[in-house]
């Protein structure tokens, strides 16, 4: 699966999946744009993976549309081009309705949702120059709930429309789209959540036994599925949505 002198640019790559995603994507031959509101991690992470293609940090938030639409205008800049986007940037901002406020809702389909909107808006008219991918970073929230976590839920299931909207819209433009939908994975945002919990082994233990592979995701899985994805051996794929979750939602928990 080799992406050889393909420009991606990959959203919220500071750390967690994006940063493996950024990381994996240089290993096969990628040069790599790595879009974050932590300026300084994403810094970090452009220096370490720049050994294998070339990597440019740009500092911003996802949520803003100058910033989309400048990431997009630096990378064509630096590269000449833009091959791949990865919307991967998100956060969790629980809570039951009744007191989520709207600032809350808006916070949270902003990050996870509207960011997408905007990336791609900006990026299209470059990735239709060549044809491209965009791979849209959802998860089995999309379309397997869990109590509080509304706003979360909507944003990744409004992910899935878009993903299968863009792939129509798009397709005949050599533009494919498609979402992967991890589980449970070892990141900052999963040990910032058990933090929270009141026994975080014990709740540990229970998220084990919802998955059948024995062990919960690391960043690199998803990375790989995303390789495959933005590689030409995905090249009859389009519109759809990969699940990578070590078989936890076919248990139907
Ligand atoms: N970790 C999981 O178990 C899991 C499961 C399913 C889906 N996901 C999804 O995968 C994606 C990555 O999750 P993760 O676990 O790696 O998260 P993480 O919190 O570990 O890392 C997220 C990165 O996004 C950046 N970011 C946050 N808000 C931003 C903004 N407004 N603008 C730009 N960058 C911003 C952060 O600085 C950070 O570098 C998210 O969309 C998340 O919803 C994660």
């Known amino acids: 699966m080799r992406i050889d002198n393909k420009v991606a640019l990959v959203t919220g790559a500071a750390k967690g999946i994006g940063e493996a995603i950024a990381e994996r994507f240089a290993e096969a031959g990628a040069h790599v744009v790595i879009f ?11 220096a370490r993976i720049c050994t294998a293609g070339k990597a440019l940090a740009i500092e911003g ?20 081009r833009l091959d791949i986007l990865v919307n991967n940037a998100g956060i969790d901002v629980p809570g039951t309705l009744p007191d989520y406020t709207s600032q809350q809702w808006d916070t ?31 998860s089995v929230h999309a379309f397997a709930s869990y109590p509080g976590n509304a706003g979360y839920d909507a944003s990744k299931a409004g992910m899935l429309a878009l993903t299968r909207t ?8 050599g533009i494919r789209v498609n979402a992967i939908c991890p589980g449970y ?11 929270t919990v009141p026994d975080p082994e014990a709740t540990m233990r229970e998220v084990l ?3 059948p592979l ?6 690199r899985d998803i990375a790989s599925a995303a390789l495959f994805l933005a590689s030409d051996e995905a090249s009859f794929i389009s519109g759809a949505t990969l699940v990578v979750d ?4 076919v248990a139907g928990r």
């Open 166 to 173: 863009l792939a129509l819209d798009h397709g005949h433009e």
């Open 209 to 211: 036994s919802f998955h």
């Open 214 to 219: 024995g062990r919960i995701g690391i960043p």
């Open 185 to 195: 994975v070892d990141t900052p945002m999963t040990q910032e959540w058990l933090a």
């Open 61 to 80: 938030d996802v949520a803003v549309e100058e910033h989309a639409r400048d990431a997009v205008l630096r990378t064509v800049e630096q590269f000449g």
């Open 36 to 46: 974050d509101i932590d300026g300084e991690g994403a810094r970090a992470v452009a």
């Open 108 to 138: 949270q389909l902003g990050v996870n949702l509207k960011s997408a909107f905007l990336f791609a808006k900006y990026a299209i008219p470059e990735l239709r120059k060549r044809g491209g991918a965009i791979i849209n970073i959802a």
């Open 246 to 249: 070590g078989a936890m939602t």
